[in-house]
């Protein structure tokens, strides 16, 4: 594990230095990151300002699920960023130099690239994401605190098994691009309390990506809204995906042709 | 002429060639859409008005970003920046006997068409399915003046987008300020994700000196009836005015970029 963590660090730096390098697109990237957080908090604010709350919930709970869903979104995507890069190896061949590495092979597909931008706006955000819920009393005591940091790992870990899930489905067809977009379409519909979706929207955000354990639990663990045996059950949920994801990544790792190389 | 519909009948050929694509893409415009009608229906539960607009304004607004998004915003034009790096364009375009602008403009056409065509029927699908309540205008000037402000709109976005690729004669990196310019900012300031009158009065304004609300906010909102017909006159003005500098950039700047150009990989 010790191994592993050292190699992403020695990835990660490889990947970061040439952002470092061009710093003025990197600080393109940032401010828009900024840009697009402020203009949705703005705009939910206004929203809420006018009406005061939605589906149960008070204008700060709602805030707070925003705050969450940017959270849960952006360390995803900060981890998880090779799959954006994984299509242009498979496609090219390169990953068979990946496969003789002694390093499990979903490595480079999963935790190959990091987003350092990601991780710039991270920092500043989970300080005004602590402030914010304090400053509102929005957390159920320690429990809440102790449930949330459960359910937060457990969406991390459910991120990384629906990651791999889609690298082993580019394995196989080359298609991933639409597939993370439709993954993030979404992921993104949790930026609001996503007891608000019905009928198809609720199904696809329950059964096919389960937004609802990736970013409202978390939430509704930090309110204190949830039961232990909900909290225990998602943390299952995401070891099984995990699992699953393994084996179909096993799997698709048979039928690779190893084409272009 | 013949030959650039030559590229319209090829480009859309294209299409039906990668079906599973454009299949997944409006699968994705389909889950904007319900995310956008659920986020409203929760927000006017038991409210009248909001920000100046009924429950069936504000959902018309949304079916009508769906639409615009489709008919407006979106080029393929976006793809010039990376065949400007790779030195494509000697072969495809600067060797050839056409127009860059047009042939590039007869390739979006098809994806407009399919795009606007599928928009279409998914939402009146959707609609059907979810009872959506719709405001249809029946005003036949309003109809009239919400064509014309739509075809400016689709002509603007086409220069905005192009500009942005021409950045590529002189940066390695365009994706940066494309998505700063060419998503975020406009996403936000062509009002694609909400109407601009939830924001502040000072920060609308500041929006109003920039293209992007002419976009897809103006035109909904002249679609709703929302705006008086002098005000709709001067806006169409304001979107000649933008219409006509963003293309003299556009020819300025594809002129000096041609004579930076290096071409390497071409």
Known sequence: MKKFFRVWLVTAKMVILPDLVS???????????????????????????????????????????????????????????????????VASGNFDLDLVKPLPSFFRPVFGHIDIMDFITLVPLFGFFIWYAGVHHLTAGAVGVFAFIILFLSSLLFGFAFHLFISAICVLTLEIDHLVWIYRDLTAAARFPTDIYRGFMRFLITFVVPVVLLITFPAKGLLGLLSWDKIILSVFFSIFSVILSLKFWRYSLKKYTSASS | ??????????????????????????????????????????????????????????????????????????????????????????????????????????????????????????????????????????????????????????????????????????????????????????????????????????????????????????????????????????????MFFWLLALFYLVSFVWKKGLKVYSGYGG
């Open chain 1, 23 to 89: 710093s003025g697109p990197a600080l393109l990237f940032i401010l828009g990151k900024i840009v697009r957080f402020l203009l949705y908090f703005l705009f939910l604010f206004q929203v809420l300002a006018a009406g005061a709350g939605m589906a149960g919930y008070s204008a700060q709970e709602v805030i707070l699920f925003f705050l969450i869903f940017n959270l849960v979104d952006t360390t995803i995507q900060f981890l998880f960023r090779g799959v954006y890069h994984f299509r242009g190896v």
């Open chain 2, 1 to 238: 002429m013949k030959k650039y519909w030559l590229i319209f009948k090829l480009t859309l050929e294209e299409y039906f060639v990668y079906r599973l694509n454009f299949f997944l893409w409006r699968f994705r415009n389909i889950i904007s859409f319900l995310v956008l009608f659920f986020f409203w229906e929760a927000v006017y539960q038991g409210k009248g008005e909001i920000f100046g607009y009924q429950k069936e304004q504000m959902l018309t607004y949304i079916v009508g970003v769906s639409f615009l998004k489709a008919l407006v915003l979106g080029s393929g034009t976006a793809d010039f920046a990376g065949m400007i790096k790779s030195g494509e364009i000697v072969g495809r375009f600067l060797l050839k006997p056409w127009r860059v602008v047009v042939v590039l403009f007869f390739r979006d056409l098809p994806a407009k068409i399919l795009d606007v065509t599928f928009a279409f029927l998914e939402i009146f699908v959707v609609a059907r399915i979810i009872n959506l309540p719709i405001f249809w205008q029946k005003n036949l000037s309003t109809l009239f003046l919400f064509i014309l402000v739509i075809a400016t709109a689709f002509l603007t976005y086409f220069a905005i987008s192009f500009l942005l690729s021409l950045i590529a004669f002189w940066v390695d990196n365009v994706w940066a300020p494309r998505w700063l310019f060419g998503v975020i900012f406009l996403e936000f300031f062509s009002g694609a994700f909400f109407p601009l009158d939830v924001l502040p009065k000072t920060l609308v304004n500041l929006i109003n000196l920039t293209p992007f609300p002419y976009l897809v906010y103006f035109p909904i909102k002249i679609y709703l009836g929302k705006i008086p017909i002098f005000d709709i006159i001067r806006i169409l003005f304001l």
